[in-house]
T-cell receptor
Framework: DTGVSQNPRHKITKRGQNVTFRCDPI?????LYWYRQTLGQGPEFLTY????????KSRLLSDRFSAERPKGSFSTLEIQRTEQGDSAMYLCASSFMTGANTGELFFGEGSRLTVL | AQSVTQLGSHVSVSEGALVLLRCNYSSSVPPYLFWYVQYPNQGLQLLLKYTTGATLVKGINGFEAEFKKSETSFHLTKPSAHMSDAAEYFC????????????FGTGTKLQVIP
């Protein structure tokens, strides 16, 4: 399967613990996005990368959240000192960026976080 | 800044009836517009997109959408609903040279009644 892969698919943690999610994009895609989705809401933009460069980060994202894409391939999203409000589905998507940016986003199935 | 507004969080139609899901956008630059579908327990997948050119865009599964600049709308339609169309539908917008992140609406859940 050459689609977007996310791990783990489910994570249950206690408040205050750190969690890390991994995303493996489609191999030839140069853009990678992270979104958060809660019940009844659309995907909320968190951040995106072009190759290894983080181009934009949502102002809604607290400093407890950090994302990396060290070699321009896979990406990790870390949440430190988790809070119950962090419980959500974390979505990763990748696309192939051209000069005109018409790239379709290909989504993974998401990583569901539950903070107790 | 760019955004989309989806009117109606839930829409119910009878099987065989017209499907109309509404989306209005706001963008300071010429937009790219998208419709994505999310089936239960699956990832989002692209239905169709508008970039340039023809304003009536055809997508998968018989869906289409029309870009109307004067109305800042990009409504999704399908002439005849099928049971398999039951899903959540998201409108999304991105910019061109700037505002290149993709911003999603809150979604419309489509129920198809047999």
């Amino acid at each position: 399967d050459t689609g977007v892969s996310q791990n783990p698919r489910h994570k249950i943690t206690k408040r205050g613990q750190n969690v890390t999610f991994r995303c493996d994009p489609i191999s030839e895609h140069n853009r990678l996005y992270w979104y958060r989705q809660t019940l009844g809401q659309g995907p909320e933009f968190l951040t995106y990368f072009q190759n290894e460069a983080q181009l934009e980060k949502s102002r809604l994202l607290s400093d407890r959240f950090s994302a990396e894409r060290p070699k321009g391939s896979f990406s990790t999203l870390e949440i430190q000192r988790t809070e119950q409000g962090d419980s959500a589905m974390y979505l990763c998507a990748s696309s192939f960026m051209t000069g005109a940016n018409t790239g379709e986003l290909f989504f993974g199935e998401g990583s569901r976080l539950t903070v107790l | 800044a760019q955004s989309v507004t989806q009117l109606g969080s839930h829409v119910s139609v009878s099987e065989g009836a017209l499907v109309l899901l509404r989306c209005n956008y706001s963008s300071s630059v010429p937009p790219y517009l998208f419709w994505y579908v999310q089936y239960p327990n699956q990832g989002l997948q692209l239905l169709l997109k508008y970039t340039t050119g023809a304003t009536l865009v055809k997508g998968i599964n018989g869906f289409e959408a029309e870009f109307k600049k004067s109305e800042t709308s990009f409504h999704l339609t399908k002439p005849s609903a099928h049971m398999s169309d039951a899903a959540e539908y998201f409108c999304a917008v991105s910019g061109r040279r700037t505002e290149q992140k993709v911003t999603f609406g809150t979604g419309t859940k489509l129920q198809v009644i047999p």
